[in-house]
């Protein structure tokens, strides 16, 4: 199982700034990058996905930016909000597989 | 609009006690996966089944087994509690290779 490299392992900003998250991977064959979002006492919730036929995927404030080549890939979150609050994870797939392997992931606490 | 539904919520254990966690998926999806999250170490894999009839080890197999029962359930069997085991477990399903994957709200399990 590849490692997943996820950095920072926590931030903080005021609301109306920009969140960055860094990850990067080893190996995958399925182009198919997913991040997740997940709050206290729920389960990670898909945010935004890349498939890297692309080296940028907006939605909303959320942005993923994809570099294939040196095997990263980034979360931006535009205009930071309160309720951006949560912990996101970033995920590669593995190799000829079905498995995901996961970030450790980032705690965002977005400051009002 | 349920998705992935796991029971119970919550459960404390003795060590030595076994259980069984249940997992339903109503979207039709092939592929199931079983994940422990623990602080710090994002989602570890424990088993997965990519298609009805089949299972495999994930990344943290020991001390666990599971049965998928038919396409929509895949329960996780722990046959003798150990305090290691104390962790919030997730079950979630995906159509397969390259899909995102979607998952339950957690189960969060105490052994004493």
């Known amino acids: 199982q590849q490692q997943v490299k996820q950095s920072p392992q926590s931030l903080i900003v005021q609301k109306g700034g920009i969140s960055i998250i860094n990850c990067a991977y080893e190996n995958t064959a399925f182009d198919y990058f997913p991040w997740y979002q997940q709050f206290p006492g729920k389960g990670p919730a898909l945010l935004i996905a890349i498939r890297p036929d692309v080296s940028e995927k907006k939605e909303g404030r959320f942005t993923i930016s994809f570099n294939k080549s040196a095997k990263q890939f980034s979360l931006h979150i535009m205009d930071s909000q309160p309720g951006d609050s949560a912990t996101y994870f970033c995920a590669a797939p593995e190799p000829n597989d079905y498995k995901l392997s996961f970030g450790a992931g980032t705690t965002v606490t977005v400051r009002a | 609009n349920a998705g992935v539904t796991q029971t119970p919520k919550f459960q404390v254990l003795k060590t030595g006690q076994s259980m069984t966690l249940q997992c339903a998926q109503d979207m039709n999806h092939n592929s199931m996966y079983w994940y422990r999250q623990d602080p710090g170490m994002g989602l570890r894999l424990i088993y997965y089944s990519a298609s009805e009839g089949t299972t495999d080890k994930g990344e943290v197999p020991n001390g666990y087994n599971v049965s998928r029962l038919n396409k929509r359930e895949f329960s996780l069997r722990l046959e003798s509690a150990a305090p290691s085991q104390t962790s919030v477990y997730f079950c979630?399903?995906?159509?397969?290779?390259?899909?995102?994957?979607?998952f339950g709200d957690g189960t969060r399990l105490s052994i004493l």
């Open positions: 979630a399903s995906s159509g397969g290779g390259g899909q995102p994957q979607h």
